[in-house]
Nanobody, 124 residues
Framework: QVQLVESGGGLVQAGGSLRLSCAASGRTFRSYVMGWFRQAPGKEREFVAAISWTGGRTLYADSVKGRFTISRTNAKNTVYLQMNSLKPEDTAVYYC?????????????????WGQGTQVTVSA
């Protein structure tokens, strides 16, 4: 069982930056692939980024590539999402998720545990 708690969301102007954090409970954090998803009002939840167990491999949605960076610190049971050059279309609730599988996946149904989400609002 893994519990995930996101933090770091807020209101920022276009072009600004935010760093999201996701703290995980449990001693097996290092064995989970971690992902970030987001959901805007009236839209389906979409993949943002994911990172492998060791942090050696990452994957990004095309819409955030070059602007967002996912990282993890297994010693602190925490995964991060650094978001730069934010755009109004990045406005959404951002969710952290954990997958007990081996490879990085981008579909939400493959993830086993979810946080409660944190709101990110980017003003024009």
């Amino acid at each position: 069982q893994v519990q995930l708690v996101e933090s770091g969301g807020g209101l920022v102007q276009a072009g600004g930056s935010l760093r999201l954090s996701c703290a995980a409970s449990g001693r097996t954090f290092r064995s989970y692939v971690m992902g970030w998803f987001r959901q805007a009002p009236g839209k389906e939840r979409e993949f943002v980024a994911a990172i492998s167990w060791t942090g050696g491999r990452t994957l990004y949605a095309d819409s955030v590539k070059g602007r967002f960076t996912i990282s993890r610190t297994n010693a602190k049971n925490t995964v991060y999402l650094q978001m730069n050059s934010l755009k109004p279309e990045d406005t959404a609730v951002y969710y952290c998720a954990a997958d007990a599988g081996i490879g990085i996946v981008t579909t939400s149904y493959d993830y086993d545990y979810w946080g409660q989400g944190t709101q990110v609002t980017v003003s024009a």
